[in-house]
């Protein structure tokens, strides 16, 4: 049995070959798409397990296609890994905001790849069971939603154990060290303002219950006791 289907939207041909081959060897199926367009498309008609995401592909870039499928029901909720030559912090920030869950950069090995994959799939799948009732918000772990005012939201797989993990023990400042180590993130996606960038996109999507996680100068963030 195959371990997953895997989504590429990449438009360099070997780079495809070279990943669709070592994804193949781990047992993983394969769809791609050779620009953002077709790839939006075909993410919304296949629901693959996850997607390898180019930035710079013609016509829509690959920030633009992450914004469209995080913004539609249908596919927010597949985690996103995005792949770029652009290894400036602020691309990497950007990626992050716009719900992408891990960021790699060119050139890469396929090893380091397969093992972002592995990480992220992990982590997409390991969500304890239970509801979570605050205020106006309703963490269901169980169907993987959550509610504000009855109106459900789409996070991402890293939004929401980011928001699960500070709801179950309101009025306690988390490190952003200690976040990470939350939402099981390994070394390789730890560098600075990676859980400012989570945070900020999970507030936004929050709407005006965002007020429920305080930020902690100097520390960190907490979940605010009602």
């Known amino acids: 049995m195959g371990k997953g289907r895997i989504e590429i939207i990449e438009d360099d041909r070997d780079i495809i ?5 070592n994804l193949k060897e781990e047992g993983y199926q394969t769809i791609t798409a050779f620009d953002g367009e ?20 013609p016509a829509i870039d690959g920030f633009e296609v992450c914004k469209v499928l995080k913004q539609q029901q249908s596919t927010a909720s597949i985690p996103i890994i995005i792949l770029s030559a652009k290894s400036r912090e ?4 950007v990626g992050l905001e ?22 992220v799939l992990r982590r997409h799948k390991e ?21 504000v ?14 928001l699960e993990s500070l709801s179950r ?12 180590d939350s939402i099981g993130a390994d070394e390789s996606m730890v560098y600075d303002r990676t859980i400012d960038a989570h945070i900020k996109s999970l507030r936004r999507k929050l709407g005006r219950a965002k007020d429920y996680i305080e930020t902690v100068r100097g520390v960190g ?3 605010r006791e009602t």
């Open 38 to 57: 077709k790839g939006i498309g075909l993410a919304k008609r296949e629901k693959p397990d996850l997607i390898i995401l180019d930035i710079m592909l």
């Open 169 to 180: 023990r309101p009025g306690v400042v988390f490190s952003r060290n200690q976040l990470l």
């Open 90 to 93: 602020t691309d990497k920030v």
């Open 98 to 119: 716009l719900g992408a869950d891990d960021y790699v950069t060119k050139p890469f090995s396929p090893r380091e790849l397969l093992a972002r994959i592995k990480a």
């Open 221 to 223: 963030y907490r979940f």
């Open 149 to 162: 005012k009855g109106q459900q939201i789409e996070l991402t797989t890293t939004e929401f154990r980011l």
């Open 17 to 21: 070959e070279m990943i669709v081959y």
């Open 127 to 147: 969500q304890p069971a239970g509801e979570i009732k605050i205020g106006p918000i309703i963490i269901d772990n169980i169907k993987h939603k959550v509610l």
